[in-house]
């Protein structure tokens, strides 16, 4: 069952005409709000804007017919702008269609191999690093098509676009800023008055009917990329270099992170809104068949969206339905209408990318880590600076490892080894008439006198490579080595290989400075481990008081139950 779409656990549910009619209802709605998104994504990713389109309808509905997610709208996303923009500009289009085929092979392992449950372990601080990132470099490309300026192509590097845009300032061209900033007030204001009527579309609407009108020289899509194709094209396998192959792994590795990333985030926002649970694994499947299949028929990368899938929830969409009716809804849209869609003029698209790139910031939750612990600000910065200034691949490459070091390294820092037989001070009477008390020290452990030449510690905490050294320094303080050392292991919930290591070069050089070793109170996880590892000399007692016990008679004394 982990591997059966929703598409056909709705199917076996039942569809009653209500449901069917939301649902188509749901979908058709999605669809318009996704066709001004679709040009916009792929015109912002170096892109034609038809390949934002072709992304919505074959991604789109592959997602909604295998998908772990009932409500799940998939497509072109804001997610993957920078990243597709940097692999067209390095690889060209024909590399983007091979790596995006790959990613999408990873995502079917992903899902296959039921890791779903994996994603969640990425840090909040590395998400929020690097879409408040995406969102900056998405703002920052749409400043020529926002004012009109007169210049060629926008540079790719962060810098380098701002001195561009500098050195062109004197360029701004007052018809295409207008109607930018009117599409703008659209976009904040209709929300107010209808939210039936998506805004996007509204605003794409009005812009284009009054470029059209009053005959605007402003730029549109026919005058910078021609006419919009009215059908699908053909299906097309990539004709893959094989000797080159090496160089797809590490931005393809990136796409399928990050597509299970956001699709998985876009399902569990998905379930808090209408009270129903995902399935991850057949949800990474399901995007995995998606990317492999879009680059085929010309699209881009896609993966589940947000913004679009609250929206079908919105409408009343409530079955991978309504996502295929979406996809439908777009391809009649292009079939029909594409060659209107060589109209919309760029200042409109961009003033759209300029809002979603504001809501992807999460400039709230970005600012609320800013007060995060010290560790986490590192990771927030560090992933947010990458992402600007250098690559998205590296920054969530560098981001999960960094945020996993700094996890460590206080994982290091909350555990601990401790010696447990302090001292302590006993009145014990000498003369019959108790005139006279001697002060005695002892060294007593729940009610156990510690005879001296045995001492006893304790870990508390997870036993892993991070915390291995400080059993060495305990080691090394000790000074002149005890007959018998006992180290009580209740409070360590799991162990690895590097920390059985440590404790193995404990037992082998304790037993050659002649200290017997004794270890207590193993849970179940370090016991089995132990158990695994095959090492010898390792001596387990179920309780502190068996061990001491044994202790005292290695010692050539007498325990208490052994008096008993």
Not at 151 to 178: C, N, Q, R, S
Request: hydrophobic share 50%; proline share 6%.
């Amino acid at each position: 069952m982990d591997f059966l779409p929703k598409s056909i656990v709705c199917f076996r549910e039942g569809y009653t005409r209500d449901g069917v009619t939301r649902d188509v209802i749901a979908g058709v709605v999605v669809g318009v709000v996704a066709l001004p998104l679709a040009l916009a994504f792929a015109i912002a990713s170096g892109v034609p804007p038809e390949r934002g389109l072709y992304t919505a309808i074959v991604a789109g509905f592959l997602i909604s017919l295998l998908g772990g997610s009932r409500v799940q709208i998939g497509g072109p996303t804001g997610a993957f702008v920078v990243i597709v923009y940097g692999i067209v500009h390095k690889y060209g289009y024909e590399g983007l269609v091979i790596i995006s085929v790959l990613a999408g092979a990873f995502l079917v392992i992903l899902g296959l191999a039921k890791l779903g449950g994996l994603i969640k372990f990425i840090p909040y601080p590395v998400v929020t690093g690097f879409t408040s990132g995406i969102a900056v470099i998405i703002f920052s490309s749409q400043i020529k098509d926002f004012f009109g300026l007169k210049m060629g192509e926008v540079p790719p590097e962060f810098m380098d676009k701002w001195v561009a845009y500098a050195e062109k300032i004197g360029t701004i061209h007052l018809p295409t800023t207008l109607i930018a900033t009117g599409t703008l007030i659209v976009l904040l204001v209709w929300p107010r008055f209808s939210k039936m009527v998506p805004s996007p579309f509204v605003a794409m609407l009005l812009a284009t009917a009054v470029v059209q009108l009053f005959d605007l020289p402003v730029e549109t899509i026919g005058s910078r990329f021609g006419g919009v194709p009215s059908s699908l094209p053909m299906p097309r396998w990539p004709d893959i270099p094989w000797h080159q192959w090496k160089q797809f792994i590490s931005p393809a590795l990136t796409v399928a992170l990050l597509a299970a990333i956001e699709s998985l985030l876009s399902a569990v926002v998905a379930d808090g809104m209408i009270g129903t649970r995902h399935k991850s694994n057949m949800e990474l499947v399901a995007q995995g068949v998606a990317n492999i299949f879009s680059p085929i028929f010309g699209g881009i990368p896609a993966t589940g969206a947000i913004a679009r899938t609250a929206t079908n929830i919105r409408s009343g969409g409530r079955t991978p339905l309504a996502g295929m009716v979406h996809a439908v809804t777009l391809l009649l849209i292009l079939l029909m209408l594409g060659r209107w869609a060589a109209m919309v003029p760029l200042a409109a698209l961009a003033a759209i990318l300029v809002v979603v790139a504001f809501h992807m910031s999460e400039w709230q939750s970005f600012a609320g880590l800013l007060r995060a612990p010290r560790s986490d600000l590192v990771v927030l910065l560090l992933t947010f600076g990458l992402t600007i200034f250098v690559d998205l691949t590296v920054a969530v490459q560098v981001g999960i490892v960094a945020a996993a070091l700094l996890f460590m390294r206080r994982m290091a820092e909350i555990t601990n080894i401790e010696g447990l037989t302090a001292e302590v001070t006993d009145r014990t009477a000498e003369d019959p008439d108790e005139i006279t008390q001697v002060r005695k020290k002892k060294r007593m452990l729940h009610g156990r006198e510690i005879p001296p030449g045995i001492d006893v510690y304790e870990v508390n905490g997870p036993f892993f490579f991070g915390v291995a050294d400080k059993l060495k320094d305990v080691m090394s303080e000790l000074g002149r080595p005890p007959r018998v050392f006992i180290l009580r292991m209740r409070n360590v919930p799991a162990i690895d290989a590097t920390g059985i290591h440590a404790l193995d070069q404990l037992v082998k050089k304790s037993r050659h400075e002649g200290t017997i070793v004794f270890f207590t109170e193993v849970r179940e996880q370090p016991a089995r481990a132990l158990e695994r590892s095959g090492k010898a000399g390792f001596e387990i007692f179920g309780t502190f008081e068996e061990a001491l016990d044994r202790g005292i008679e290695a010692m050539g004394g007498k325990s208490v139950s052994s008096r008993a």
